[in-house]
């Protein structure tokens, strides 16, 4: 009996996350579609083909409904965390991370979370802070962590880490994130982002780097 009621509460606790799943995945559709002040929560419903009752059981109102979508936009970059090798030299490491890091931004679909928060940032800029603290600072702190790593090693000459750190990661974006967020260019491919982030690469260490590396 105890198998059989274990077996039915993952079934249920599957059906939740199913039906869940299709709700924002309905919302998202709806938000960038329409944009957030014109997607109304029936709009939603009909796109994640459920009832308004159901959907008002997952979410009170379409803040929620976003605040959800921003929660699983950062548990995805989370999950795809860079690894700074401390094994590998500085300019390979930079290298690996910028082509990561413009990739990520410049995947299909990926602009979508960015540009939704961008047109109520001013509006609510609770959603703003959100989005820059769970998804860009952590990249930020993640790669001045590393550039301190290298300082306290005598490789690199960086009074700010993380005014350095912010510096390459635009460094990296230039000429590719911005055309590719406002939809003026495609994906960038893998030898332009190779070539862009090898410049910022050159420039970075031209400017920080304590010897020849």
Known sequence: MASADCTSVHLVADEENSKRRQILDGACKVFMD???????????ARAAGVSKGTLYVYFTDKCRLFDAILDEKAL????LAFYFDPACDIKTMLQKFGETHVRTLCRPGGASAARMVLAIAER??????????YLLQK????????????????????????????????????????????????APSQDRIARV???????????????AI
């Open 139 to 186: 990249t930020v702190n993640g790669l001045a962590e590393y550039l301190d790593a290298r300082v306290k090693q005598r490789e690199l000459a960086i009074n700010d880490c993380e005014l350095a750190a912010a510096q390459f990661i635009l460094m990296c974006q230039a000429t590719l994130f911005l055309p590719f967020i406002f939809e003026v260019t495609p």
């Open 124 to 133: 609510m800029p609770e959603v703003g802070r959100r989005y820059y603290e």
């Open 76 to 79: 995805e970059k989370r999950q």
């Open 197 to 211: 982030v090898g410049e910022a690469v050159q420039t970075f260490l031209a400017a920080h780097a304590v010897k």
């Open 34 to 44: 329409l944009g957030f002040d014109a997607a109304s929560m029936s709009e939603i």
